[in-house]
T-cell receptor, first 114, second 112 residues
């Protein structure tokens, strides 16, 4: 079945640094990928839609200059959290649709900003 | 505003019984609804999709119903097992472009 991977699985960084998270579709191509954020005991909240070859589309309230998204190829999207602060600590999950109505999610990246 | 609510944050059930989870939505007219399973520290895993013109869908021990009049979906796990313990999420496609909006989730615990 379709597989989506994320790297790293967890990262700890100091406040003010930038962190890059990779999302790869391993056995299918994805012109669109999605980035979600999940705080403890809360549901997934869509942050942005990553589009291959064009700019990402951000949800209301998500700062595009803080969460930089690059969809460089049909199998890779990256999310960079710039100048991370403790409130950015969260579980970041990407997904990619392998069929028009089915999405496959990555295993998630746990970010802790000290 | 658009909202998706799942009936309870947590549900405990005895092994072998049927677990029933509820998903209610407002201010949507979705063409389809999806259910996912999420284990702690992991990404969601797709389980079932049901379309607006389908009343019921089954997959092994899972059954989903979709009532567009009530704006409600029910998710059933029959003959529940401890391995079914997880958080179950319902999700709607807001724009028709796989732009998923998730419910609050129900954490199911199946007690041996």
């Amino acid at each position: 079945g379709a597989v989506v991977s994320q790297h790293p699985s967890r990262v700890i960084c100091k406040s003010g640094t930038s962190v890059k998270i990779e999302c790869r579709s391993l056995d299918f191509q994805a012109t669109t990928m999605f980035w979600y954020r999940q705080f403890p005991k809360q549901s997934l909240m869509l942050m942005a839609t990553s589009n291959e070859g064009s700019k990402a589309t951000y949800e209301q309230g998500v700062e595009k200059d803080k969460f930089l998204i690059n969809h460089a190829s049909l199998t890779l999207s990256t999310l960079t959290v710039t100048s991370a602060h403790p409130e950015d600590s969260s579980f970041y999950i990407c997904s990619a649709p392998s069929t028009p109505q089915t999405q496959y999610f990555g295993p998630g990246t746990r970010l802790l900003v000290l | 505003s658009q909202k998706i609510e799942q009936n309870s944050e947590a549900l405990n059930i005895q092994e072998g019984k049927t677990a029933t989870l509820t998903c209610n939505y407002t201010n949507y007219s979705p063409a389809y609804l999806q259910w996912y399973r999420q284990d702690p520290g992991r990404g969601p895993v797709f389980l079932l999709l049901i379309r607006e013109n389908e009343k019921e869908k089954r997959k092994e021990r899972l059954k989903v119903t979709f009532d567009t009049t009530l704006k409600q979906s029910l998710f059933h796990i029959t003959a529940s097992q401890p391995a079914d313990s997880a958080t179950y999420l319902c999700a709607l496609d807001r724009t028709g472009a796989n732009n998923l909006f998730f419910g609050t989730g129900t954490r199911l615990t199946v007690i041996p």
